[in-house]
């Protein structure tokens, strides 16, 4: 693997995951810094994104870098039979860079051990969300002014859910977090992740409805049900619409509480909470471009 990919959230360590906040509030007050002057970044998206794909572009864009790849792999030569090994290759010879999104889990990483350049998983399959937990941190972190002691309701889909397993793993490091896992048994929280969490002595408390508990959240983290990942339309049509946040169910949560959730939204969150100020999930979305342009410049070593 190159030494400076990200692929897991745990190839950071806690000094890695500050700094990247440190970074991203700097990019946050002043976005234009012509750090990538002269550089090439490949975005290479085998998956569909909007935010995570327009956000790196954007982050580039404002660091003076310059863009190639695909936001639609139909158009390389995939299509043609290429193997991901040969496609990663050229595109290493090409870019200083490379951000990439792929359905397969370990994708990337086997990416990172065919690139001569650093690669950033950029989401694979079910596995790990990197970027979009640091973006998440950072949302943290402006909203409750710590990522210690961090009371956080996951909800949804935490079986196939990529950004949950990334996160859970990032929170670990800090004092004291609480996790309540609220899913139906078929998305439930894989075992993998409590045994992570039994291992570090982290508690974490696991239910089926969560309006009982709503008051004790600071962060309450929804997450859409990924139609995509199931292999039979049957089980999904079961569990589409298990959990519905509604304004009125947030009558008895903390003021500073956070709704934060990583976007697309299909009906788990209804638009009645938009204009609730405790929803922050499009703030969140614009967080990603200023910790993006944090990743980057961190990796590269440019700041
Ligand atoms: N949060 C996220 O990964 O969104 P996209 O799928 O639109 O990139």
């Known amino acids: 693997m190159h030494k400076s990919s990200l692929i897991s959230i745990t190839d950071f360590s806690k000094h ?8 991203a509030a700097e990019f946050e007050q002043n976005p234009n810094q012509n750090l990538l002057n002269g550089k090439v970044v490949a975005s290479l998206f085998f998956e569909p994104s909007t935010r995570t794909r327009l956000s790196f572009e954007t982050a580039i864009l404002r660091l003076g870098g310059r863009i190639i790849g695909f936001s639609d792999s139909s158009s390389s030569s995939v299509t043609k039979g290429e193997t991901l090994h040969d496609t990663i290759k050229m595109v290493s010879n090409y870019a200083d860079l490379i951000v990439m999104r792929h359905p397969l889990e370990g994708s990337a990483r086997y990416a990172s ?7 950033i998983n950029a989401g694979d399959g079910a596995n790990q969300h990197p970027t979009q937990t640091l973006l998440d941190m950072y949302s943290i972190i402006k909203t409750q002014g710590r990522l210690d002691n961090i009371n956080i309701f996951l909800v949804g889909d935490l079986k196939y859910g990529r950004t949950v397993h990334s ?11 609480i996790f309540n896992f609220i899913a139906p048994p078929e998305l439930s929280m894989p075992v993998e992740y409590k045994k992570f969490l039994d291992q570090k002595g982290i508690r974490y408390f696991e239910h089926t409805e969560f309006t009982d508990i709503i008051s004790e959240a600071d962060i309450i983290y929804m997450t859409r049900v990924q139609k995509e990942r199931f292999t ?9 619409n298990v959990y519905i946040l509604k304004n009125k169910m947030l009558a008895n949560t903390k003021p500073s509480m956070r709704i934060l959730h990583p976007l697309p939204r299909i009906n788990e969150i209804h638009t009645d909470v938009d204009s609730n100020p405790q929803a922050y999930y499009f703030k969140q979305a614009l967080n990603g471009v200023f910790t993006r342009e944090a990743i980057i410049t961190h990796i590269l070593g440019l700041k």
């Open 16 to 23: 890695d995951y500050l700094k990247i906040m440190k970074l």
């Open 113 to 119: 051990q065919v690139s001569s350049v650093p690669v």
């Open 167 to 177: 996160l859970l793993q990032a929170l670990s490091v800090f004092e004291n977090p």
């Open 232 to 240: 039979d339309p049957i089980e999904y049509e079961k569990v589409k």
